[in-house]
């Protein structure tokens, strides 16, 4: 049974339009993170968060926008999606402290045409 | 930069051999974490080593951390097709930052 939770699991939509991306996980970890990953490829911070109201760019440059105004949610936001934001995006959590290790999402694949 | 290098990135064997997965990087980690993903899923972790040496066994699997907490290895004995995955290794800071570094990871198919 998951404890992290993914919405929706694929995703089809037209250039321009606004989505978002639901995560919620309901094990109290206070530190949540998006990752980009295309296909067999590696992991790419896009957002993290520390706890509500803390948010934070990640390692690599995104269009999108997150929030955190509850400790179990953290949706990820494209404004305008484009053929390029074409990937997977998986959502993670930890608990605090020194990391052991993260509990992800069965992430969205999501392809703009 | 790669920061984490694993290698081989591609692996295909028969049902039944053994294989070593590396994982490398010229930093030091205070912990590092492997896991399995498999297609349209997001990684499980395996297991998470802290300590220079370490040596944890998972049934079939046996990681060891490097005594200098730079690297890593994955070793499978008797491989099986349920072993088929994308394998990622990932490496965490002594801060609170939380943040982990991920590998480019290794694919390994197992063939029946």
């Known amino acids: 049974e998951a404890d992290i939770y993914q919405t929706p699991r694929y995703l089809v939509i037209g250039t321009g339009k606004k989505i978002t991306l639901e995560c919620s996980q309901t094990m109290g970890h206070d530190k949540m993170y998006w990752y980009q990953q295309d296909p067999g490829m590696e992991l790419h911070l896009i957002h993290y968060s520390y706890g509500v109201n803390s948010t934070e760019k990640g390692d690599l440059s995104s269009e999108s926008t997150v929030s955190r105004i509850r400790t179990e949610h953290f949706p990820l936001t494209l404004e305008s999606a484009r053929p390029s934001h074409t990937s997977q995006y998986l959502c993670?959590?930890?608990?605090?402290?020194?990391?052991?290790?993260?509990?992800f999402g069965s992430g969205t694949r999501l392809t703009v045409v | 930069t790669q920061l984490l290098e694993q290698s081989p990135q591609f692996l295909s064997i028969q049902e039944g051999e053994n294989l070593t997965v590396y994982c490398n990087s010229s930093?030091?980690?205070?912990?590092l974490q492997w896991y399995r993903q498999e297609p349209g899923e997001g990684p499980v972790l395996l297991v998470t080593v802290v300590t220079g040496g370490e040596v944890k066994k998972l049934k079939r699997l046996t990681f060891q951390f490097g005594d200098a907490r730079k690297d890593s290895s994955l070793h499978i004995t008797a491989a099986q097709p349920g072993d088929t995955g994308l394998y990622l290794c990932a490496g965490s800071y002594n801060t609170n930052a939380g943040k982990s570094t991920f590998g480019d990871g290794t694919t390994l198919t197992v063939k029946p």
């Open positions: 930093s030091v980690f205070s912990s």
């Open positions: 993670a959590s930890s608990e605090s402290g020194r990391v052991r290790g993260y509990t």
